[in-house]
């Protein structure tokens, strides 16, 4: 399945570098982190839900990176580009060995399936 995002050439030249641009630094931060570590969590302060998932990984003591930006009265235009780039709406997001997984909830599932383990150790 692919998700629908506006092509390239369907962007007017004048703004095409303000696109590819826009906020690049916290993709590019966040690109770094999944390509060094295992597990890795993106979210925001007086977020409970960033929470819960840290909580869910440390209870199993799998080792994790957070990366927290903003919280609900600041950073919201960076954090949207991080929405925009992967395409999921919501905080926390769950990345393991490279792949989004979703958030907390998707996390919680994983788990309790058995399939974190699985991903883990391939």
């Known amino acids: 399945m692919s998700r629908p995002i506006l092509d390239e050439a369907h962007l007017h030249d004048a703004i095409r570098d303000k696109v590819s641009s826009h906020h690049r630094d916290i993709v590019e931060e966040v690109q770094g982190a999944i390509s060094k570590n295992d597990v890795v ?3 925001m302060s007086q977020n409970p839900h960033p929470r819960r998932a840290r909580k869910l990984l440390d209870a199993r003591g799998i080792e994790h ?3 927290e930006y903003g ?4 950073a919201w235009r960076r954090r949207t580009a991080l929405k925009m780039w992967t395409g999921w709406p919501t905080f926390p997001m769950v990345f393991v060995k490279g792949a ?4 907390a909830s998707e996390l919680e599932r994983l ?3 058995g399939e974190l383990e699985r991903l883990l150790t391939e």
């Open 100 to 103: 989004l997984i979703g958030g």
């Open 65 to 67: 990176l957070y990366l």
């Open 71 to 74: 919280s609900y009265f600041g």
């Open 111 to 113: 788990i309790q399936s």
């Open 41 to 43: 969590v993106v979210g």
